[in-house]
Structures are given as C-alpha cells and as structure tokens.
C-alpha cells in the first residue's frame, strides 16, 4: 500500500503562487507515474498535470504555461508549483500515483493510490 501525503494548499490571492508537495514513504516511488487532480464543489474531479516515470510531463490547456509539475526520487516527493494563479484554480488538489499507465494517464480512474486532498482557495 502507497501512502501520499499532500501538503502547500492555502489562500492566495488572484496572481499569486502556491506550492503543493506530495510525498511518501514508499521505497518504489520511482516506478509509479505521478498525477495532480483537483476538484471544485459540484464538479467532477479533473486532471491538472502529470509526469511520467521518466519525466514526460502534461498539462491541463488551462494551467500550460502557469503551473510545473515535477518529481524528486531522491525524496520521494512530487511538486506543483502554482503561479498567476485565478479564482478558478480553487478546489481541492489531489496528488496521485499509477503504476501501469505508460507514460501517463489523464483519466483518474487509471490511478491507483490517493492523497488526502489540500484545500486550494483563490481570492479575487
């Protein structure tokens, strides 16, 4: 069983940044391909980015250009650095792990472990 722990969410206000880390303490972190989900209240959960085991990395349209997904083996952590941030990026973040897509899925249900959830909050 992977345990990922989420943590960075806050309040930030329209234009500002926020950082989220995902980490855990398994030993093959390395083999899994990492995703960023999020999801609004009323909404269905939506893919935000993912990196591939070995560092191929996708983006929602709407984030390209604004958030950077990215993985440290060494520390068994994946980051998403959130900049020029819009009231629409409030939700709750997700990070993810999958083992079998290769190199990566956009499609939550193909994921196998969860974090808890970090609350995201931007202000107009």
């Known amino acids: 069983q992977v345990q990922l722990v989420e943590s960075g969410g806050g309040l930030a206000q329209a234009g500002g940044s926020l950082r989220l880390s995902c980490g855990t303490s398994?030993?093959?972190?390395?083999?899994?391909?990492m995703g960023w989900f999020r999801q609004a209240p009323g909404k269905e959960r939506e893919f935000v980015a993912a990196?591939?085991?070995?560092?191929?990395?996708y983006y929602k349209d709407s984030v390209k250009g604004r958030f950077t997904i990215s993985r440290d083996n060494a520390k068994n952590t994946a980051y998403l650095q959130m900049n020029s941030l819009k009231p629409e990026d409030t939700a709750v973040y997700y990070c993810?792990?999958?083992?079998?897509?290769?190199?990566?899925?956009?499609?939550?249900?193909?994921?196998?472990?969860w974090g808890q959830g970090t609350q995201v909050t931007v202000s107009s």
């Open positions: 993810a792990a999958d083992q079998d897509s290769f190199p990566v899925s956009s499609d939550w249900h193909h994921y196998d472990y």
């Open positions: 398994a030993r093959t972190f390395s083999s899994y391909s």
């Open positions: 990196i591939s085991r070995g560092g191929r990395i």
